[in-house]
């Protein structure tokens, strides 16, 4: 990652969002065909944002300090959805909370808010999966693309994880421990979902659930 400026780090992020949410925008559109649904996708995108910017917060808060290089990085995939107004509107809206406020915590307070992302997202993650879990299970060939079940979900998986990978050097002191800490909650939110409803289907590489 050394061999890139920051810029590099933004542009290389910003393609892998962009890949994610093609991706995303065409399994919806898909899945309004086979479902006949009146589906708006832009509830997935905005899922997917939410999903995204809570993996991200964990990373940056990894190493106890969330500066302003990563409170920038992240508010660029805020572009359909904010998990900050979806936070504040489950609690009622009685509590102000903005990626500022969230840097100028103390520590342990950071620490805790890391802590209740994953039960704060997993709502998000099982309405967020399902559209794409049905495209899934659905179709094994689309577009003359060939796909086994969990295809579609490895390559949002991938972008999530090279974003988030990207995000753990845009200070110049990303760790091995912070990427994964970032793969694992997203194989944990989304993987795990997933594996729920394509219960007893290959997963795609061979793997089936056990």
């Known amino acids: 990652m050394e061999n890139f400026d920051r810029q590099d780090i933004l542009d290389k992020a910003a393609q892998a969002y962009d890949h994610a949410e093609k991706t995303i925008m065409a399994m919806d559109n898909v899945f309004q065909h086979i479902s006949g649904a009146n ?18 917060l964990s990373v940056a808060c990894a190493d106890g300090v969330f500066d302003e290089l990563e409170q920038d990085f992240i508010k660029q995939f805020a572009m359909h959805g904010d998990l900050l107004n979806y936070i504040k509107a489950d609690m009622g809206g009685e509590t102000e909370i903005t ?14 808010l890391v802590e209740v992302l994953p039960r704060v997202l997993d709502d998000q993650c099982s309405s967020f999966i399902y559209p794409l879990a049905a495209v899934d299970f659905s179709y094994s060939q689309y577009g003359g693309v060939t796909t086994t079940p969990g295809d579609f979900l490895k390559s949002i998986e991938g972008d999530m994880i090279q974003i ?14 912070e990427i994964c800490a970032a793969v694992e909650m997203i194989y944990e939110l989304e993987g795990r979902h997933w594996r729920d409803l394509l219960s007893g289907r290959a997963l795609g590489s061979g793997q089936e659930k056990a």
Request: net charge negative; no cysteine.
């Open 39 to 56: 589906y708006d996708p832009a509830l997935t995108l905005a899922q997917f944002d939410m999903i995204l910017q809570g993996v991200l």
């Open 164 to 177: 988030a990978g990207l995000l753990a050097f845009v200070d110049s002191e990303g760790t091995d421990d």
């Open 99 to 112: 990626w500022d406020l969230i840097a100028n915590l103390p520590e342990d307070l950071v620490s805790t």
